[in-house]
């Protein structure tokens, strides 16, 4: 039986109007995505991967085609969706348990029911006995763990990850993969996480797309599959089928017809 579907990009186009002219970023992209899978979109610099995701989230508008979310169309920022940048954009000034609580102020979403669902998340992530702790008193990890759960409070159906680990020394992003792979595989989330790093989406993904240099276009989809149980981001590592999916990837991005 089918998964069930929750996410489809059809026909989406964008171009940008500069000094020289029309300038083409993403053209016919096209793909679906299922409830609870875990995809990583990789390409070229300027392929315009960090586009398409903010096209996802309602933050940039496309030129041609849909987005459909559980079969819906969206027009602008979606409730469904969540935001994962670069940084943790944590607020120094506000406490682990404040800094989870943003989003759901912003949206007018704090009540008693929703500050016992973020005290759940920090309990059940380790991160409850430092709730009155500011960010300056946490390692990079526990940072990023803290934004995972002030997005994850507002209960989307998709997070979108923008090179959310990019800011991290090499030990501390594979360690941080982890426990954000972790995590979302537990709340059974519906992800889509952009990367420059093939060995981080082979190791995070169902699926892997690649894009070609600008205008993007999806150049080729790969399924990642191992054999191993209870599989993570560190253990699939060890799997000879990680060489064999990192060296087909790369071929496929070292080359562009």
């Known amino acids: 039986m089918e998964s069930e579907r929750i996410l489809e990009v059809n026909g989406v186009s964008k171009k940008y109007q500069n000094k020289e002219g029309e300038i083409t970023a993403l053209q016919n992209i096209n793909f679906k995505v299922n409830r609870g899978e875990f995809v990583s979109i990789i390409g070229p610099s300027g392929c315009g991967k960090s586009t398409l995701l903010s096209i996802i989230a ?52 704090k009540s008693k029911e929703s500050q016992e669902y973020v005290e759940k998340l920090l309990k059940k992530y380790n991160l409850y006995e430092f709730k009155d702790k500011y960010p300056s008193e946490l390692s990079g990890g526990m940072r990023q763990r803290v934004a995972l759960i002030r997005t994850l409070a507002v209960k989307p159906k998709i997070l979108l990850l923008d090179e959310a680990f990019s800011a991290l020394d090499y030990q501390t992003r ?84």
């Open 174 to 257: 594979i360690m941080v993969t982890n426990d954000i792979y972790q995590i979302l595989r537990k709340e059974k989330m519906t992800a889509i996480i952009v990367t420059h790093d093939i060995s981080e989406a082979i190791s995070m993904s169902d699926r892997v797309i690649v894009l070609t240099k600008r205008p993007g276009t999806i150049k080729g989809m790969h399924k990642i599959e191992f054999e191993i149980e209870n599989r993570t981001p560190i253990n699939v590592r060890e799997s000879p089928k990680f060489s064999n999916y990192f060296n087909t990837l790369w071929r496929e991005l070292g080359v562009d017809d």
């Open 58 to 109: 309602g933050l940039e508008k496309k030129t041609t085609g849909k987005i459909l979310i559980e079969g819906e169309p969206t027009n602008g920022i979606s409730e469904k969706v969540g935001y994962m940048l670069q940084r943790d954009c944590l607020l120094e000034w506000r406490t682990v348990f404040s800094n989870a609580m943003i989003g759901l102020e912003i949206k007018g979403k």
